[in-house]
Each structure stands twice: as C-alpha cells, then as structure tokens.
C-alpha cells in the first residue's frame, strides 16, 4: 500500500511542504524491540506449485439495491501442523465496519467528505458488517462464535496433521458507504475482505491468528489459496477479480454469474461497477487489464500508457527477483484518495485526473512491486510489515533508477533524513502513525545499504534464492536474515540485523549525497514537483501565486521590492516576510535579489525589473514600484477581478494579489501588502503564514485573499488544489 494522493505524496514530498510552510516537524516518537519471530523454513518453488492446503469454493449473490452480500462458502482445509485442532479460525475483517472506532482511518478524509457532500446519509450508512448464520461440517451444524473479526469454529474431532476437512460457512454482508478495504460509493462496489477467510495456525505458539484489522495501517497474512467463485450481478456490471474470469447467463432476468478461478492466490478480492470500461493488453502470456471509468476526453489514450508501463516493470521485477507466474494482472481505478491498495493480482489505484503522466506515477510501480512483496512472498503484515513495504518500495527505486529517473531513483534514498529512534522491524502498534517513516523510508534505506555493500550482481542473486524459498509462502524477518547469510555472507546478515532490529539506523555516510549533490537534487525535486502540479492543471488561470514559484525554479529572474517603511515595527515585519521567503526559495535553489532602495527601483524599473518575476512587500503607497506602475497595476487586476483601488483604501486591511507584470505579460507581480503602517500581531501572524502558503505547490491555486485585523482571511478567489486538502489533514 501506499499513502498517497492521487499524486504521490510521500513523507519526503510532505517534509518539503512543511519546510514551504514553515511548520514544526513532528516529534519521533521512541518505538519498541520486536520479540524474534518464529525460525525461518525453506520452500521450494515446485514443492509450492503441488497445491494450496485450502481450497473456496464461494457463490455470492450481490443485492444491489440494498448493497447486501449472501454468500454460501465451502472450505477445504488441510491440517500443516503438527498439532491436532479441535477448532478452526476464520478471519471476519468486514466486522471492522460494525464502529467507526474500529474502522480503518485511512478513508476517513473522503468519508467525511462524502457525509459532507450528501447530508442525506446517516452516520450509520458509514457501517457494516458480516453475520454468519450457518456453519456446518459434513452436514452436521458446529457450534461457533464470530467475536472480534474472528469466526471460531468447534469441530467435531481434532483435526490430525495431514488430515482434511470441509466447512460450509453461510454469511451475510452489509456493505458499509464510503471509502473504506470494503465498502460502496457512487458506482463502484470495493470488495476486499468480503467473506471469512483462513486465519493462520501458529504451532510454535499452538494458537489461531486473531488480530483484528489494523485502525492506521494493514494487517494481511494469508495461506496462498485455491479459489473458485460465482458472483451473481446485474447484468450491466463489471467485474474485476483475480484469476480466470467467465460469464455465463444467471437464473433471474437481467441478471448474469461472473465466475473465476484464481490457484495460489494470497487473497480474492473483487470490484464491481455498471460504469467500467475495461482495457487490456496481452504479451507473452500475460494479459494485463485496466478497469477504468471514462470520465474525461482522452483517458483511453493515459490508460495506453498506464498498460505499457505496467509491462515495463513487471518485466523488470521479472528480471531482478523472480518470474511473475499468473496469467493476468488487473488494476482498478477507484474513488480512493490518500491511498493505493495493493491486493494479490490486483491494484487499486485512485482516480487519473489531469494530464496524467504514467511513466512518472511512482505509486503505481510501488503497488506494482507488491505483488512480490505481499501476493507471492506473504508476511504478517500486523507484526513486520517492512518485509512488504520496504521492499516493495525499494523495487519501485530500484526499477526508477534503471530507467534513468534521478528523482525517483537511487539519490531519493541516498538524501539523508537522519535517524529515527525507532527499529524498522517493529509491529503496527509500536511504529502508529510513522509507518511511512519507518516501513518505507528507513526500509528502503536498509536494504540499499545491503545492495551498495555486496554490489548489484550479489544482490540480485541473493533477491532470487528469497523468492525461490518463500514465492506462495510466508517470510518473517529470519527468514530474510537467514536467506542473506546462506547466499551472502555472516558478515552482511549481521549488519542487516542491526539495521532491522536497533533503532536509530541511518544510511552509511559513504553511501550519502554530499551537500552538494543534495542541494542539486533538492532544486531539481522542486522543478518536477511544480512543474507536475502546473502540468497536470493545465486549464488554471496564469495568474496564481504559486506560479511565481513555478517560474523561478525554470530559471526566470524573481525579485523582491520592498516599500519604505513607516515605523520600526514595519520595517521588522518586512524583514521577517523576506527572511521567510528567502529560506524557502533557498531551500528550493531559488535565488532572489532584494530591493530597498527608492532611487535603486526607480533607476531598474525599464531593464531589470521590466524583465524579472517580481514579489512586493508592504505599504503599497510607500512602495516606488507600485507607485510608477500604479496605472497598470490597476489594470492588470481587472483580470482577476480584484478590486484595486477599493482595497488599498481601506484601513488597517492586509492580504495579497497576483497579476500579470504590468510592463512584461510573460512575468508575474505577487503583492504582499497591508495598508495601515503596521500590521497588528494577529494580521503578523495571519499575513506571514498566508504567504508561505500561497507560494506552495501544495496550496490552492490563489489570485487573491484578504485579512482582517483579526488575522482572519476574510475574502479570497483561487482555484482548488485537488493535493491541498492532503496537506492541511497532514
């Protein structure tokens, strides 16, 4: 999975925006140790490849006018242990939707939006759950109980090792509304964790996996499964489900069965719409689908693109770790904000908007990379979940650089963030809220310091064995351990180890960018950021702060033009805002010249200034420039619609505008103004704060705004940033 917005937004990109900002950075919190984790086994490919230990066989009908599932569920399940069972354990994960206590957070953003944007719906439309109404064994009821998002049922008599047994579960699903693993939204239906699936025996601890489902982060850890099922849909839907898919007429009128087969497979997940058009391209055996919705003008030649590129690093992932062995791959497009989900066979992405650039969406290989890393090699993702996030990420980096992405590449790991005093192989519950941090950041961190030290070929080989002994399986942490030493050497599986089990790891410094390096990069980050936001908004007004932004970091000349102060107390708040500003575009590898004087601004009005992207700063009519360009000043605001003349006569007001230079069209003017002397503490504040944010990437789009003596931004025109709202929840 990956926390993004539909635009990736990773913890760094998020670093740069409260560094715009100006905001604190959190505090690290101190984690905990992980207990080790059970003793590593080896399997091979082929042994995997015989079949899976538990076979569904699920039919399921979706009522679709009261979004319910009915389901009937026949489980074979073949004892691996060495104890005698006396019951089974089945994971019931859509009851995390019976709270929003228990509900994952992750969707909370749209869903409080959703409540928003339709005040019909009731808190309790937001909820759901399964019940189970029948549990049986050769025809004979057992008794069970479903506690906690855990069917337990009792057999009849233990279950030997090697020994098989069939279960019949009948259930019932209500299907929350929103945006959660399992839920209902607009047209589409998101179907993860729909009916009672396997938990995992642990004989080490002779106990049934219970964990509910992670409220912040994920808890998936699945036997790779044979699966056979038959959903009975309107007949106007489409369906995306791993395996092999067939449709055939259903019993009821406009109604059809939409079936597949899908063998070791980690998990079976379905979506459903009447509104997907379905896209697919075929190479050497593996057909590669994208369900989509055509909801703009030229979408199908982006989905093209999307279909390519996912050939591009399946192949390469194909390459570097391991032969993907199904026959298909599909990818869904979603509602989903914030996030990408990755399933066995399947991804969901969130909705393509704009002029979407598929060879540079980094959250689409990272999902893509998941189906090494969660699919085919399985993990506890509750209790180590940087086995599949880290590696899935460092795979993303590691596919970016070999295509000669700079920022998305190798120097994106060697940046250093420094150490966090946590241990990258901790549980959800003691990492909380720094997963990407920790799993994805510090993860990637410590696997390339394993590929920089034993050098690609030696890793690549190692990355090889860990897939041949765990591909349908699942790792832990010795288990990667024991698979370094066995191809690599005692030396690196010991510093791998405290890598993943001691807190405060940090990149070897030989392995870093020098200040140097990172100042390059930095300013180069920015440019792409900018430039992909501007891309992608293609239909925005020219006139927008950020913009200015934008140009600078292409190399057009931006300057800052103070007005002559009226007191001490101006003087220092002029200051404060040009410091400000100046850290932030220094930071960006934006250089500024600043202007004070009177005769040195009059004397560059007709060259220097005429061609340069400029920023003025306080009292307009104590300021040179605004006074010789007053004509066009009031002119060029016209566009915008910003009153001009009315706003800078009004008392002890302040705020901001942006128009087009009044002497060059092809530069802009950003105008930080108030029109008392001063400012008061609150419009300081108010007026600073505002500022920082207007010139962000990650701000809305603003032409103007205006702030009380209050501090309060009482009045503004911009255009809504689709990433914004990501960064104020952050």
Excluded at 238 to 245: C, D, E, L, N, W
Aim: aromatic share 12%; proline share 4%; hydrophobic share 35%.
């Amino acid at each position: 999975m990956n926390t993004t917005t539909k635009l990736k937004i990773s913890k760094r990109m998020l670093a740069c925006s409260l560094i715009f900002t100006l905001a604190v950075c959190p505090i690290l919190n101190t984690g905990n140790a992980l207990a080790a984790p059970a003793a590593a086994t080896k399997q091979d490919v082929n042994k995997a490849e015989v079949h899976s230990p538990i076979q569904y066989q699920i039919d399921v009908r979706l009522d679709e006018k009261k979004m319910t599932l009915h389901g009937n569920q026949t489980v074979v399940f073949r004892n691996t242990s060495k104890d005698s069972l006396k019951e089974l354990v089945f994971h019931t994960f859509a009851d995390a939707n019976r709270s929003k206590e228990t509900q994952s957070s992750m969707f909370k953003l749209t869903n409080a939006e959703a409540q928003k944007n339709e005040s019909s719906r009731k808190p309790e439309d937001f909820l759901g759950g399964i019940d189970i109404t029948k549990v049986q064994s050769n025809g004979q009821a057992l008794e069970f109980n479903n506690k906690n998002q855990a069917l337990t049922a009792t057999l009849g008599q233990a279950l030997k090792p090697g020994e098989s047994v069939t279960v019949e579960i009948q259930f019932d699903v209500k299907l929350p509304y929103g945006s959660q693993r399992l839920s209902y939204y607009k047209n589409i239906i998101n179907g993860a964790h729909w009916f009672p699936v396997m938990s995992i025996y642990d004989e080490n601890k002779h106990q049934w996996n219970k964990t509910p489902y992670s409220t912040f982060f994920e808890s998936d850890y699945y036997t790779s499964s044979d699966f056979k099922v038959n959903m009975d849909v309107p007949a106007s839907y489409q369906v995306s489900m791993p395996g092999t898919i067939t449709e055939h007429q259903g019993t009821e009128a406009g109604r059809k069965i939409v079936s597949t087969v899908s063998n070791n497979t980690r998990e079976l997940v379905f979506f459903a719409s009447p509104d997907f058009k379905v896209a697919s391209k075929t190479r050497d055996g593996l057909t590669v689908y994208y369900y989509y919705f055509d909801n703009m003008k030229g979408k199908q030649e982006i989905i093209d693109q999307y279909l390519d590129q996912a050939f591009k690093a399946i192949n390469f992932f194909n390459d570097k770790f391991g032969k993907y062995p199904y026959a298909d791959f599909r990818i869904v497009e979603s509602y989903v904000e914030g996030v990408a989900v990755e399933f066995a066979r399947v991804i969901q992405m969130g909705m393509i908007q704009g002029h979407k650039d598929a060879s540079k969406d980094t959250v689409f290989v990272h999902e893509i990379a998941h189906q090494w890393f969660h699919a085919l090699i399985g993990n506890d993702s509750e209790t180590e979940s940087f086995l599949d996030e880290g590696f899935a990420d460092f795979a993303r980096v590691y596919f970016a650089d070999k295509q000669g992405d700079m920022l998305n590449g190798f120097k994106s790991i060697q940046m250093p963030i420094g150490p966090i005093d946590m241990i990258i192989g901790s549980s959800n519950n003691d990492i909380g809220d720094m997963a990407n941090a920790v799993y994805y950041e510090k993860g990637r961190e410590a696997i390339y310091q394993l590929y920089r030290t034993v050098g690609e070929e030696k890793f690549d080989q190692f990355m090889k064995e860990y897939f041949k002994r765990y591909v349908y399986q699942n790792t832990t942490i010795n288990g990667l351990l024991q698979t370094i030493e066995d191809t690599l050497g005692k030396a690196p599986r010991n510093e791998m180890e405290k890598a993943l089990r001691q807190p405060n790891f940090d990149l070897k410094p030989e392995y870093q960018l020098s200040e140097d390096e990172q100042s390059k990069y930095w300013n180069e980050q920015f440019k792409s950021i900018y430039a992909d936001i501007f891309t992608q908004s293609a239909d925005l007004p020219y006139e927008t702060m950020n913009r200015i932004s934008h140009k600078a970091l292409q190399g057009e000349p931006l300057t800052i033009v103070l007005s002559d102060p009226l007191s001490k107390t101006a003087k220092a708040q002029q200051d404060q805002l040009v410091q400000k500003i100046q850290m932030t575009f220094g930071f960006m590898g934006i250089q500024t010249n600043v202007l004070t004087e009177r005769q040195t601004i009059k004397s560059k009005l007709e060259k220097e200034l005429a061609n340069s992207n400029i920023i003025v700063i306080g009292n307009p009519k104590s300021n040179a420039l605004v006074q010789a360009m007053k004509p066009g000043i009031i002119k060029r605001s016209e566009a915008i619609s910003f009153p001009w003349k009315e706003m800078m006569d009004k008392k002890n007001s302040a705020g901001a505008y942006v128009i087009k230079h009044p002497y060059n069209q092809n530069r802009l003017m950003v105008n930080f103004f108030w029109t008392g002397s001063q400012l008061n503490k609150q419009q300081a504040e108010a007026s600073i704060f505002q500022a920082s944010e207007a010139l962000s990437f990650s701000s809305h789009f603003y032409q103007f705004y205006m702030i009380d003596p209050a501090g309060k931004v009482t009045t503004d025109k911009k255009v809504e940033n689709p990433i914004a709202k990501f960064f104020e929840q952050a």
